[in-house]
């Protein structure tokens, strides 16, 4: 019953219990659903988002990693192109026909043959597969290289081309061919060259080779000969001390005895020659082979 405060008249319902209690109940559920559904909208809101977040932050990464990729496959082909430039210098053979041709145009993915993006595949993934695989045909070649230079450097040592005083030290006071003697003052042929320093320098293997000889000489005073190969022969005279065996094995570099002022000399200096088979040679044409990697700036003078 609803009475009205004016003059209206009474009005008057009746409601059955079960009704009510349905409409109770079913008010309360859509509440309930209302509130529930509301914090699920709030949570996934928020769920959302920390995942945007989070997809930019990605992306950013995703772009920084994408520039690398693409500042690495430009060092890549500059590798490649040198590379293959010393690949051909140094006659080394790939194996592969049109790799001399696709060399030639610059062309990395030809040369090592990479396929075109597939289709539903990023370009990104495709630069990262040419890539890898520039990397593994790379593995190969430098290989080749590799050894060339070992055997390259094997028969540098073999060769006497080692500045025969140990640090590069030592000045060259008479070089090979007609000189006037220190002594007698004529003009003779000088078979090696003088190389002035102080008493007790070390004196290294010009290359490596086996003592074949050593002694004392009334004109050379203490002596060291060196077999080395292809019929090379190195003498190192006037020496303070000898410090290897007859037949001993001496590798380029190493200490054989010290420089002195034995036999008929004028000055502590070390007299060296190289010998080919029976002839002399001048050393100054091996030690420029050395020269090539520096040697502090000794040399003739």
């Known amino acids: ?81 040198e590379l293959v430039d010393t690949i051909n210098s140094l006659g080394i053979q790939t194996g592969d026909e049109t790799s001399s041709a696709a060399v030639s145009r610059g062309d990395l993915s030809s040369f090592f043959g990479i396929q075109a993006v597939a289709d539903g595949q990023t370009r990104e993934v495709q630069d990262i597969q040419q890539l890898a695989s520039t990397l593994r045909s790379a593995v190969d070649p430098l290989r080749e290289i590799r050894s060339v230079l070992e055997s390259q450097q094997s028969f540098l040592t073999d060769l006497p081309n080692h500045w025969p005083v140990s640090n590069n030290m030592g000045r060259v006071t008479m070089e090979f061919g007609p000189n006037i003697h220190p002594i007698t003052g004529q003009w003779y042929l000088h078979k090696g060259i003088d190389i002035a320093g102080t008493p007790g320098l070390p004196i290294v293997a010009s ?29 190192y005279s ?16 190493e200490r054989i005895g010290t420089m002195g002022n034995t036999g008929i000399s004028t000055g502590p200096h070390l007299d060296f020659i190289i010998m080919l088979g029976t002839d002399v040679v001048d050393p100054a ?9 520096d040697r502090g700036g000794v040399g003739t003078r």
């Open 285 to 293: 044409v091996f030690l420029k082979i050395a020269s090539t990697f």
């Open 207 to 235: 290359a490596s080779g086996k003592v074949v000889e050593m002694g004392y000489d009334p004109g050379y005073g203490f002596y060291i000969f060196l077999r080395h190969k292809y019929g090379f022969r190195t003498r």
């Open 1 to 81: 019953m609803l009475i009205p405060h004016s003059e209206r008249s009474v009005v008057n319902f009746h409601i059955n219990a079960l009704v009510l209690i349905f409409a109770v109940g079913l008010f309360a559920a859509v509440l309930g659903g209302f509130i529930y559904l509301s914090s699920v909208h709030v949570g996934t809101t928020a769920i959302i988002n920390e995942q945007e977040s989070k997809a930019h932050t990605s992306q950013a990464n995703l772009d920084s990693v994408l520039s690398e990729v693409g500042n690495l496959l430009s060092v890549a082909r500059v590798f490649d192109e």
């Open 238 to 253: 006037h020496l303070q001390s000898i410090l290897v065996t007859e037949g001993q094995d001496v590798i380029q570099g």
